[in-house]
């Protein structure tokens, strides 16, 4: 089992620019995939990014490319979202997932692939 835990949600505006980190309880977490998803009141849930187990290779939502980067840091066992130029449209939950995967999976956009889920940070996006 995997538990994973996000944080650097928060209140910000209109182009501002937050960071949100995904931590895993086990060092297995360094041979998942890795995605973001965000889901906002009255919404479907949608894949934001994903990250490859080597993390060489990622995807990006046509809605956040150019703005979001995602990343991640083997040592420190953590992914990363950095979020920049935000807007209203934004606002949403971020769920960090991830799963077991081989080394050469592409970045995997699927929400039902992923197995291990955290709880989400709340990031709002004022005008």
């Known amino acids: 089992q995997v538990q994973l835990e996000e944080s650097g949600g928060g209140l910000v505006q209109t182009g501002d620019s937050l960071r949100l980190s995904c931590a895993a309880s086990?060092?297995?977490?360094?041979?998942?995939?890795v995605a973001w998803f965000r889901q906002a009141p009255g919404h479907e849930r949608e894949f934001v990014a994903a990250?490859?187990?080597?993390?060489?290779?990622?995807s990006h939502a046509d809605s956040v490319k150019a703005r979001f980067t995602i990343s991640r840091d083997k040592d420190k066992n953590a992914v990363y979202l950095q979020m920049n130029d935000l807007k209203p449209e934004d606002t949403a939950v971020y769920y960090c997932?991830?799963?077991?995967?081989?080394?050469?999976?592409?970045?995997?956009?699927?929400?039902?692939?992923?197995?291990?889920w955290g709880q989400g940070t709340q990031v709002t996006v004022s005008s």
């Open positions: 086990r060092r297995a977490f360094s041979e998942h995939c």
């Open positions: 997932a991830s799963k077991r995967c081989i080394l050469t999976m592409p970045p995997i956009l699927q929400a039902e692939s992923y197995n291990y």
């Open positions: 990250v490859s187990r080597s993390g060489g290779s990622t």
